[in-house]
């Protein structure tokens, strides 16, 4: 019986782990750098965390920030994108595709983004986790 309860505790999945590395960035929101993020469903790409972090305005209010490594194999050699549509994030190595929240939408991936904390002081965006 205590074997089949530690065996029910291990983590399924075979998937490599992303790294953590330490983020704490900021941005100007209203800088000529960003001019995606003046507009709801806009983005922008920050080379900070393990292979980049791609913000998207939720509102004018509401940030979100996500590690560009793609939870199915962040050890390939493709970084997360926004694809042409706007709609959803894909990694172009495997497939696997996110909605603007993080959440998986399709692919082999199985787990959401690694999400940053973000706090929004007047036009700078802090980012951190």
């Given at each position: 019986?205590?074997?089949?309860?530690?065996?029910?505790?291990?983590?399924?999945?075979?998937?490599?782990?992303?790294?953590?590395?330490?983020?704490?960035?900021?941005?100007?929101?209203?800088?000529?750098?960003?001019?995606?993020?003046?507009?709801?469903?806009?983005?922008?790409?920050?080379?900070?965390?393990?292979?980049?972090?791609?913000?998207?305005?939720?509102?004018?209010?509401?940030?979100?920030?996500?590690?560009?490594?793609?939870?199915?194999?962040?050890?390939?050699?493709?970084k997360l994108e926004v694809d042409q549509s706007r709609l959803y994030i894909?990694?172009?190595?495997?497939?696997?595709?996110?909605?603007?929240?993080?959440?998986?939408?399709?692919?082999?991936?199985?787990?959401?983004?690694?999400?940053?904390?973000?706090?929004?002081?007047?036009?700078?965006?802090?980012?951190?986790?």
């Amino acid at each position: 019986m205590l074997v089949l309860l530690i065996s029910s505790c291990k983590d399924s999945s075979n998937s490599p782990i992303i790294p953590n590395v330490p983020v704490d960035a900021q941005l100007n929101i209203n800088s000529q750098l960003y001019p995606e993020l003046r507009q709801d469903g806009g983005y922008a790409y920050l080379p900070e965390g393990y292979k980049g972090i791609i913000v998207v305005r939720q509102s004018a209010s509401v940030f979100l920030a996500f590690e560009r490594a793609c939870p199915f194999d962040p050890t390939n050699s493709c970084k997360l994108e926004v694809d042409q549509s706007r709609l959803y994030i894909v990694d172009p190595c495997c497939g696997s595709q996110f909605n603007l929240q993080g959440q998986v939408i399709g692919g082999p991936a199985i787990q959401s983004l690694r999400q940053y904390r973000t706090s929004l002081v007047a036009s700078t965006l802090y980012i951190s986790n």
